[in-house]
């Protein structure tokens, strides 16, 4: 089967000893860091709603954005980001057979770079699917990557063998999959947490659920999609009276 995640803000830029690969929509991605080079400091900040600092950041990480960049510029992408799904994933501590196997079979959608395998080699950037970039595609990014996710997803699960995707990802980028595109099966994980009493799920948590819940496929290399039923990763235990074929939901009783 096939996991997809979210990206993250937050970077970690430390070096890493690691043979990077080069993302496939690289063409894409340079010519959307030209577009975004193009925009003045205000509008970067109100684009994104970011603050004084972090519009200045980005900013000047389009205007250094280089077309063809040497290895000590990039870092590879799962590796690179550091957010919540990350803690759970923490792909520093897989193995090399580990990471291997999630090179063919975990991949990361992005804003600026359309599909991420793990050890794609990336840039320093910040550019959420959600945001409305105007482009000569489009006036947002959806319109800009199309297609795109869906056809690379369904060309690897044809090159792995399989017609499952665990889509561990937000809402805001599994949007980026045009369903009519798609042509596998897609299950999604639900992570509830029972607060006073209430069961609901918790942002902050279901992030992180959802990285250890692709970490928990590739220690495992699980195939069939009965193998998630078996997570149970920070006290998340499947329910299947409240389960479907295509949404597999957990439960975490503090």
Request: one cysteine or more; hydrophobic letters at 40%; glycine letters at 6%.
């Amino acid at each position: 089967m096939l996991i997809v995640v979210s990206p993250a803000k937050r970077l970690d830029w430390a070096e890493r000893d690691l043979a990077m690969t080069t993302p496939d929509f690289t063409d894409e991605a340079n010519s959307l860091a030209r577009t975004m080079r193009g925009r003045t400091l205000e509008e970067i900040k109100a684009l994104m709603d970011l603050s004084d600092d972090l519009a200045k950041l980005n900013r000047d990480r389009y205007r250094d954005y280089a077309d063809a960049p040497s290895d000590d510029l990039l870092r590879p992408a799962a590796l690179a980001f550091a957010g919540d799904t990350y803690q759970g994933l923490d792909a520093p501590s897989l193995d090399p057979e580990e990471l291997n196997w999630a090179q063919d079979h975990l991949r990361i959608l992005s804003g600026l770079y359309g599909v991420l395998r793990p050890l794609d080699g990336i840039q320093p950037y910040r550019l959420e699917m959600g945001t409305r970039l105007k482009t000569r595609r489009g006036t947002n990014l959806y319109q800009y990557w199309k297609d795109v996710p869906a056809k690379a997803l369904n060309a690897q699960a044809e090159a792995v063998g399989t017609d499952v995707l665990v889509n561990c990802a937000s809402q805001e980028y599994f949007g980026a999959v045009e369903p009519k595109a798609l042509k596998l099966r897609v299950i999604t994980p639900v992570f509830l947490d029972v607060v006073k009493g209430k069961e609901k799920v918790v942002s902050f948590n279901a992030k992180r659920a959802r990285g250890s819940m692709a970490r928990f496929v590739i220690e495992r290399r699980l195939s069939d999609p009965e193998g998630l039923k078996d997570f149970d990763l920070g006290g998340y235990i499947y329910q299947p009276e409240r389960s479907s074929d295509d949404q597999f939901v957990y439960l975490r009783d503090a």
